[in-house]
């Protein structure tokens, strides 16, 4: 019954390291969004897609990147890791142009990735 | 800005009935939400208001006055699942922004 997977649960990596986080949903969903969550500071949105091959910035996209080649999958990458990156990633989609008055435009989270960076 | 504020810690006992506090700034508002985490997990869904008034939902209530930005979530008959953090969040133009957390202590 899992609907928004995410490819690691745990990671370490090291400064200057490439990372890469994976995030695939199955529930056909147009908006896909990334998060990390720091004690503190709560979930801050990083970037969203409301499209394939669409991107937003969102508050605090400085040293990532996106990409949304496929509908289903939603990968966030650390271009150069640094230890102030060293946080919990979380995914969400969410279906329905934003706008619409309704309910439905309810985020679902994957479990996260704890990413460390050393 | 977004500003969404929130208390960071309560404590309440079983069974009681507790209410969670959610202020924000209502510029560019377009729906409350309110979703539910347990240590270790990932957030989840409780309610979502657009109108003001009270939406009620078993245990769980939350209500909405928007010329206030002001929101709370209800909790009746506490139990001890549902300590967890408690999450506000403001809907705005394509994108949800979080509050910081409320997390619930509940004791026997």
């Known amino acids: 019954d899992v609907k928004v997977t995410q490819s690691s649960r745990y990671l370490v990596k090291r400064t200057g390291e490439k990372v890469f986080l994976e995030c695939v949903q199955d529930m056909d969903h147009e908006n896909m969004f990334w998060y990390r969550q720091d004690p503190g500071l709560g979930l801050r949105l990083i970037y969203f897609s409301y499209d394939v091959k669409m991107k937003e910035k969102g508050d605090i996209p400085e040293g990532y990147s996106v990409s949304r080649e496929k509908k289903e999958r939603f990968s966030l990458i650390l271009e150069s890791a640094s230890t102030n990156q060293t946080s919990m990633y979380l995914c969400?989609?969410?279906?329905?142009?934003?706008?619409?008055?309704?309910?439905?435009?309810?985020?679902?989270f994957g479990a996260g990735s704890r990413l460390t960076v050393l | 800005g977004q500003n969404i504020d929130q208390p960071t810690e309560m404590t309440a006992t079983e069974g009681a009935i507790v209410q969670i506090n959610c202020t924000y700034q209502?510029?560019?508002?377009?729906?409350l939400f309110w979703y539910q985490q347990h240590a270790g997990e990932a957030p989840t869904f409780l309610s979502y208001?657009?109108?003001?008034g009270l939406e009620e939902k078993g245990r769980f209530s939350s209500f909405l006055s928007r010329s206030k930005g002001y929101s709370y979530l209800l909790l009746k008959e506490l139990q001890m699942k549902d300590s967890a953090s408690y999450l506000c969040?403001?809907?705005?133009?394509?994108?949800?922004?979080f509050g910081t957390g409320t997390r619930l202590l509940v004791s026997p």
């Open positions: 208001n657009v109108l003001d």
């Open positions: 969040a403001k809907g705005g133009f394509q994108k949800l922004v």
């Open positions: 209502t510029s560019g508002f377009n729906g």
């Open positions: 969400a989609s969410s279906t329905l142009a934003w706008g619409k008055r309704s309910g439905a435009n309810v985020l679902t």
